[in-house]
């Protein structure tokens, strides 16, 4: 399994929608972080899976919720690099200004 590192902002994307959906609904901002937990579990384990998107960024989509984790994998250090968890609706290049 390769090495998860989330980089901040990509922490904020889960912690802000995992706030939002539990204005929707009490529990569901904790449903939504074991998506990602698992997707990104998933990633670790099959870091080359997704396809690449943006030159060397790959995008996997959550299983229940509409979001796609943007990541790159650092073959060197046996590294998943995740730098953004954003809604599908969201503009995909917004990733970039990270």
Known sequence: ???LLILPNAKI????AALWYNHQQNGLGKKFISDVRK?????GQNP???NVRYNDVRTAVLNI???MIHYTVDEDI???IVSAVLHTSR???LWQER
Not at 13 to 16: L, P, V
Not at 39 to 43: G, M, S, Y
């Open 65 to 67: 919720f509409p979001y």
């Open 13 to 16: 994307d889960i912690r802000e």
């Open 39 to 43: 997707k990104i579990h998933f990633i």
């Open 78 to 80: 046996k590294a998943v």
């Open 48 to 50: 080359t899976g997704s």
């Open 91 to 93: 503009d995909p290049q």
């Open 1 to 3: 399994m390769y090495k």
